[in-house]
């Protein structure tokens, strides 16, 4: 995995005792669903087997560039997918499976979210995320020789395309 539950708390809002063994498995999604389709899979792929050498962390970390004298910055994959992997942790996270059936925890003195509230933080937070990417994406264009495999692959999502689908 590219992050880990801290990394998330970084960035959203998550409680203290959230193990990562419930919130590994978000993280997991994010990367293939998410940003899998953002990189390309031969990019991807190469990002998470060598995710220690220089060229990647510029991508996984913030960064500063320039283009045309401009300089410009992006927020790095590690935001991205912690925006992507809280999403999604909101969105289904609450579920819990025990012996009694599939079951949403609820304590005394506290509301649940209602679940359209959560598929619109979801939506939202997809979205802000595709667009923290669009700095990122503008990174990679100009370093072309850098990242020969960005753009790899016909399951890029082009930018500026964002679907999103109903989530019943």
């Known amino acids: 995995m590219l992050?880990?539950?801290?990394?998330?708390?970084l960035y959203r809002e998550i409680a203290r005792g959230v193990k990562e063994d419930k919130i590994n498995p978000y993280i997991d999604d994010a990367q293939l669903l998410d940003l899998k389709p953002l990189l390309g899979s031969?990019?991807?792929?190469?990002?998470?087997k060598?995710?220690?050498?220089?060229?990647?962390?510029?991508?996984?970390?913030?960064k500063e560039f320039e283009v045309n004298e401009i300089?410009?910055?992006?927020?790095?994959?590690?935001?991205i997918l912690a925006i992507y992997s809280d999403a999604r942790y909101k969105l289904f996270g609450s579920f819990t499976d025990t012996s009694f059936g599939f079951v949403e925890k609820n304590y005394q003195g506290s509301t649940t979210v209602p679940q359209n509230s959560k598929k619109d933080y979801y939506k939202l937070n997809q979205?802000?995320?595709?667009?923290?990417?669009?700095?990122?994406?503008?990174f990679l264009d100009n370093n072309k020789t850098t990242y020969p495999l960005w753009k790899q692959g016909c399951e890029t999502r082009p930018m500026g395309i964002f679907r999103i689908s109903k989530i019943s």
């Open 3 to 9: 992050i880990d539950r801290t990394e998330i708390a």
């Open 42 to 48: 031969a990019l991807y792929y190469d990002m998470v």
């Open 50 to 62: 060598n995710s220690t050498d220089q060229k990647y962390i510029n991508l996984l970390d913030a």
């Open 71 to 79: 300089t410009y910055s992006h927020v790095g994959l590690k935001k």
């Open 127 to 138: 979205q802000i995320a595709t667009q923290y990417f669009s700095d990122v994406a503008l």
